[in-house]
């Protein structure tokens, strides 16, 4: 499944902002969007199965910026994460389709 996140703001949540929790293949693009404020994690992924990647985006305010636990979670290193209790980075650079890590 692909799904992308673009140009938009996801606050005040009571739980986390973006959740990718999957059994199956996720692909999950986020790009030039606001994660502020939530009681949860912004961006969270989980299982083997997400790919999570992050670009041009706000995480701030809140409980944590980012966290992945055994899925995969890259940048393209031109987000801004801070100010949350905890903010979860650094998240690895995403390699771009030929390998080479963009900057």
Same mark, same amino acid.
């Given at each position: 499944?692909?799904?992308?996140? /673009?140009?938009?703001?996801? %606050?005040?949540? !009571?739980?986390?902002?973006?959740? %990718?929790?999957? $059994?199956?293949? #996720?692909? #999950?693009? =986020? +790009?030039?969007? *606001?994660?502020?404020?939530?009681?949860? $994690?912004?961006? #969270? %992924? *989980?299982?083997?199965?997400? +790919?999570?990647? =992050?670009?041009?985006?706000?995480?701030?305010?809140?409980?944590?910026?980012?966290?992945?636990?055994?899925? $995969?979670? /890259?940048?393209?290193?031109?987000? /801004?994460?801070?100010?949350?209790?905890? !903010?979860? &980075?650094? =998240?690895?650079?995403?390699?771009?389709?030929?390998? &080479? %890590?963009? /900057?």
């Amino acid at each position: 499944m692909l799904v992308a996140v /673009q140009g938009g703001m996801v %606050a005040t949540n !009571d739980g986390d902002g973006v959740r %990718a929790i999957a $059994t199956a293949v #996720l692909n #999950l693009t =986020i +790009t030039g969007t *606001s994660v502020v404020n939530n009681f949860g $994690t912004g961006v #969270l %992924a *989980s299982g083997a199965d997400p +790919t999570v990647l =992050i670009g041009g985006a706000t995480i701030s305010g809140n409980a944590t910026g980012v966290s992945f636990a055994g899925a $995969t979670m /890259q940048s393209f290193k031109n987000n /801004q994460i801070a100010g949350n209790n905890t !903010d979860g &980075t650094p =998240i690895p650079a995403f390699s771009g389709p030929g390998g &080479t %890590a963009l /900057q």
